[in-house]
């Protein structure tokens, strides 16, 4: 069927731009767009127009660090919910993480979380593998195995490789088959047993806590294996200030290097944990402000390239208990884009900006066609209204745990509509 999206504020983060236009659909994949109300006469006439009223339509998006908890504890999260809540956030792909139970490190163990994928959840999943068996850092998988099983990049998340030897030898295999290794930029050593950042406020609280060099310490580990091995690498959060500068000298050495960060490190402090509130228990821990800004900062100037919500669902049980034993981790799918939008209305980071982190970057750095808006990307898109005021209630949430840091915050931005490949999977009527 196709599509045309009239009177829309377009989202073009590839054309970094914002402005009227219109938007048509043919056989899933855009068409092509113009400026204006509507295209003129003598266009092609559409299956169904939709009306956007002057919200804002933009490239779905595209989510790296999912954690979905099938196999293993789908009382938590499964594909179904995971994709129902990325669906209800404009989440038009998920790049799913490895760290289920088992880990997904054999091509039997991918080609289930693919299949259960295909089978129930509305968006488009894309699943990684580990990068040692077990997450344990002694064994790499077999990734030629695991890239013609589909594996989208290869990880062991938080479980840092310790023995450098087995670290180099995973990654000169992956470079030698191009493939994208994601890495966990801590010291495992210093952050071991930590739960705050070290400072006034963990003393204060009295915290275990770790200093801000031990990302600092494991982004420089790492990068000097990428600079040995030249492998294609992305560190999945950096939150800090101090890692930033070894971030920009080896994008100026020619580095194949990128680096996200979680959104809640950029919208969220130290403070927040407050009377030990545990759903604000994260990995790495909530920062300072001088590093929430200094973050910022780097979004907006594109030394940090991808924004996502590194969704880690956890139930009641894992949550309701001291803050030291707590689960780290918040579920974030439907929470990405509103909370995304603080930023936004802070001044902080404009609307090309912000789909360029969470779209059009994440995309490319997969090697994805999707996060444009330009003519023959596949029709991915999220139709919102950046203004629209809410409360937040978890209990309203989609995913199956409701471990959220913005419970009862007052947001704005609502999600209206979500297509994948032209198909509505969420809303589609303003």
């Known amino acids: 069927m196709s599509l045309l999206f009239t009177n829309a504020r377009l989202i073009d983060p590839e054309a970094d731009r914002d402005g009227p236009g219109w938007l048509r659909v043919e056989n899933g994949r855009i068409a092509e767009t113009g400026p204006g109300p509507g295209p003129g006469t003598g266009a092609p006439a559409a299956g169904k127009a939709i009306d956007c009223a002057g919200r804002c339509l933009a490239p779905g998006i595209v989510d790296i660090g999912v954690k979905v908890s099938e196999p293993g504890e789908r009382h938590k999260e499964s594909f179904r919910s995971a994709g129902m809540a990325a669906a209800a956030g404009g989440v038009t792909t998920m790049v799913t993480r490895p760290d289920t139970l088992p880990a997904i490190d054999s091509p039997e163990t991918l080609e289930f979380a693919t299949r259960r994928a295909r089978e129930v959840s509305p968006v488009r999943v894309l699943p990684m593998s580990a990068l040692t068996k077990g997450r344990e850092g002694r064994e790499m998988v077999e990734i030629g ?60 609280l009295g915290l275990p806590s770790v200093s801000p060099m031990a990302e600092r310490i494991g982004l420089d580990r790492d990068l ?39 959104i809640h490190h950029l919208t969220l402090n130290e403070f927040d944990v407050g009377d030990y509130r545990t759903f604000f228990k994260l990995k790495p821990p909530l920062r300072s402000e001088d590093d929430r800004m200094a ?12 924004i996502s919500s590194m969704h880690t669902p956890q139930d009641e049980e894992s949550k309701r208990l001291p803050f030291e034993e707590a689960a780290s981790g918040a579920v974030a799918l439907e929470t990405l884009l509103p909370a995304a939008l603080r930023l936004y209305h802070a001044g902080a980071l404009n609307l090309a900006q912000l789909f360029r982190a969470m779209a059009l970057n994440p995309a490319a750095r997969l090697g994805l066609d999707c996060g444009r808006l330009s003519a023959g990307a596949p029709a991915d898109l999220v139709l919102f209204d950046p203004d629209a005021p809410f409360v937040l209630d978890r209990f309203t949430l989609r995913s ?20 994948v490949g032209g198909r509505p999977v969420f809303g589609g009527e303003t």
Not at 295 to 306: Q, T
């Open 145 to 204: 195995f695991m890239l013609d099983a589909g594996a989208a990049a290869f990880t062991d998340c938080d479980n840092v490789i310790t023995d450098n030897k087995v670290a180099s030898r995973c990654l000169a295999y992956a470079r030698s088959l191009g493939a994208l290794v994601i890495g966990h930029a801590q010291d495992p050593g210093l952050s071991r047993g930590a739960v705050a950042t070290s400072g006034k406020f963990a003393s204060l």
């Open 224 to 262: 000097a294996l990428v600079e040995m091995t030249g492998v294609r690498y992305h560190a999945d959060q950096i939150t800090t200030a101090r890692a930033l500068p070894r971030l920009e000298r080896a994008r100026a050495a020619g580095l194949d290097v990128s680096a996200g960060i979680g």
């Open 295 to 306: 973050v910022v900062e780097a979004v907006a100037s594109g030394l940090i390239d991808i």
């Open 400 to 419: 199956k745990s409701k471990n959220t840091p913005f419970d009862g915050a007052r947001m704005q931005g609502k999600v209206l509509g979500t297509w």
